[in-house]
């Protein structure tokens, strides 16, 4: 029997299964599952029963590594591949008689991404211990929020391509159920070769934000935008770097599925997702197997899983059929965290020495659905050409630079950036950082171009070369080369005359009023002069000429 979902969101994964039990290409979008679930059964579907309608529920837990030089609780460095068991203090390793010491830092982070994500922030907040035992955690506890987590009932606006055009966009809000500050565990590293596992304590301490969202997704696509969003919010305001590579985003996605009107049914935790492409195809993966084993008959297990990233599914790690106690009980070594406001600071406290909410929110930067807006007013672009803009790190920078130094418009630059340097950035596997040609370069180069003085052509040729760092300028390779235009109307003339005489089928064609096949004459006078020439006056020639 086949599967389809109502319309709570994406259907994207669905288009298989549709097809398989339904007959027939699957629906298009989110919004005619439930309209195509209705036709199927209202002609005797496939089945006996109709068409099985299914709601998937997605929620996710995501713990950003918070940006700071130092340790939630300790003096030990933070810092990416280091030396195993280098960072480590004796409180980090757990050793009796050390005292926790919160991390200021740590605490202006967690405000302040909770500021923008429009949370209620706990002007008074608590620290629990939650107690399990692994090797990779030498206290026997992890220090975490579960009572009275630093900020509250907040929301996150994302956006969703329609059948993946980034032209049709809908926006969707997840709401934020809490945001808690909570210490990192070490890292086991298993040596399969010797049947041994090392244990890496740098990691053991470090700050981390674990963003609770609701199960308010449905799909895979859903969670990914959510994350992304995410991810440019907290990059936005530095309250993490959010490398997901270097494990400072990492996501736990709790799936389920039900029928319409029921109660949620049983879920299923994949754990430490690294990747969003990964998020995407994890829940998907996991949501059409939840599907098929019910249809089949079977049940669903309250289990832990792992996304296997080779074989593109999930796998059991363990169940939670047994529930865990982790005898949570109050940090007896930290008092509870007071924050303040305006209106609540006493007069005679000393400013150093608090966290004011009012002063972190005063100085929030701009989100990235605000820079987004702004760059479409600003420069006139499309908004997704905002989007692709701040999805690349520094490419916003990149591109206001350029239009600064350019006489070009914005609308012709951003065909550049996008079209043409992003992709060479791409094939070299390179950032926007990284890039060799700088905005100063491409700005030159485009200047020549608006001036006229080079084809787009010559443009592309030029910035190939420029690509290969050898330090010449656009002009110097235009003259190096020869790429100028030719200014000679006469020769241009001579050469449009000659592409015609050798063209007899294709002159008749025009004249027959087919006029797209002057593009190929145009195409021919452009390798006659290797580039040289202007598309629109050689348009012009050939028109005039074809006329007589």
Same mark, same amino acid.
């Given at each position: 029997? !086949?599967? %389809?979902?109502?319309a +709570? /969101?994406c259907g &994207?994964?669905?288009?298989? =299964? ?5 007959? #027939?290409?699957?629906?298009?979008s989110?919004?005619?599952?439930a309209?195509? !679930?209705? %036709?199927?059964?209202a +002609? /005797?579907?496939? &089945?006996?029963?109709?068409? =099985? ?5 997605? #929620?996710?837990?995501?713990?950003a590594?918070i940006?700071s ?13 280091a ?16 005292l ?11 405000v302040?991404?909770?500021?923008a ?5 706990n ?11 692994y ?24 956006n969703?391509?329609?059948d ?13 159920k ?40 449905c ?9 992304r ?6 990059q936005t ?10 494990g ?28 969003i492409?990964f ?57 509870p ?9 006493p007069?005679?406290?000393n400013h ?54 350019t006489?070009?418009k ?12 992003l992709s060479?950035?791409?094939?070299h ?12 370069l491409?700005a ?9 003085e080079?084809?787009s ?22 003259k190096?080369k ?12 001579q050469?449009?005359?000659a ?5 007899e ?18 195409g021919l ?5 290797q ?12 028109e005039?000429k074809l006329?007589?």
């Amino acid at each position: 029997m !086949a599967a %389809a979902v109502a319309a +709570r /969101g994406c259907g &994207g994964v669905w288009c298989r =299964a549709w097809q398989r039990g339904a007959g #027939g290409p699957a629906p298009a979008s989110c919004g005619q599952w439930a309209a195509a !679930a209705t %036709a199927c059964n209202a +002609r /005797g579907g496939a &089945g006996k029963s109709g068409l =099985a309608q299914w709601v998937p529920v997605v #929620g996710l837990e995501i713990h950003a590594q918070i940006s700071s030089n130092s340790k939630l609780f300790s003096g030990s460095q933070v810092q990416f591949a280091a030396p195993p068991n280098s960072l480590v203090s004796f409180f980090d390793a757990s050793l009796p008689g050390t005292l926790p010491v919160l991390n200021r830092r740590c605490v202006e982070a967690a405000v302040m991404t909770g500021l923008a994500l429009s949370c209620s922030i706990n002007k008074k907040s608590l620290f629990d211990r939650k107690h399990y035992f692994y090797a990779d955690l030498p206290a026997g506890y992890q220090i975490t929020q579960q009572r009275v987590p630093i900020a509250v009932n907040g929301s996150l606006s994302y956006n969703l391509c329609i059948d993946n055009k980034m032209s049709q966009m809908v926006t969707k809000t997840v709401r934020i159920k809490q945001i808690q500050l909570e210490q990192d565990s070490g890292k086991s590293l298993h040596d399969d070769t010797r049947s041994q596992t090392l244990v890496d304590l740098n990691r053991a301490g470090v700050g981390l934000m674990e963003v609770v969202m609701e199960p308010d997704m449905c799909c895979g696509e859903e969670a990914a935008a959510a994350v992304r969003e995410l991810q440019l919010i907290l990059q936005t305001l530095g309250s993490s770097q959010a490398v997901m590579a270097e494990g400072q985003l990492r996501v736990d996605a709790n799936v389920s599925v039900h029928r319409p009107g029921e109660p949620y049914g049983v879920r299923t935790e994949v754990k430490n997702i690294n990747s969003i492409r990964f998020l995407a195809k994890a829940v998907d993966y996991e949501i059409q197997r939840q599907i098929e084993e019910l249809e089949n008959g079977g049940t669903i297990l309250n289990e832990t899983r792992a996304f296997d990233a080779k074989l593109g599914c999930t796998v059991p790690m363990r169940d939670k059929e047994g529930k865990q106690d982790y005898r949570f009980m109050p940090e007896p070594n930290l008092p509870p965290l007071i924050l303040y406001d305006a209106k609540s600071l006493p007069a005679n406290m000393n400013h150093q020495q608090v966290v004011n909410i009012d002063w972190i929110h005063e100085r929030l930067p701009d989100l990235p659905s605000v820079k987004r807006a702004k760059l479409v007013e600003r420069y006139g672009i499309l908004p997704e050409h905002s989007f692709a803009l701040l999805n690349e790190d520094g490419l916003t920078e990149f591109f206001e630079n350029v239009v600064k130094q350019t006489q070009m418009k914005p609308k012709k630059v951003i065909g550049w950036i996008l079209n043409v340097l992003l992709s060479y950035l791409k094939q070299h596997s390179l950032t926007v950082k990284e890039s060799p040609v700088s905005s100063f370069l491409l700005a030159d180069l485009l200047n020549l171009l608006e001036k006229r003085e080079i084809s787009s052509t010559a443009a592309k040729q030029v910035l190939a070369e420029l690509w290969k760092g050898e330090g010449k300028t656009p002009l110097e390779i235009v003259k190096e080369k020869k790429l100028e235009l030719i200014q000679d109307q006469k020769e241009l003339e001579q050469i449009c005359q000659a592409v015609i005489d050798g063209q007899e089928n294709e002159v008749m064609a025009i004249k027959a009023g087919n006029l797209k096949v002057l593009n190929k004459l145009i195409g021919l006078v452009q390798r006659e002069t290797q580039g040289r020439s202007n598309p629109v006056l050689v348009k012009q020639l050939l028109e005039k000429k074809l006329s007589e």
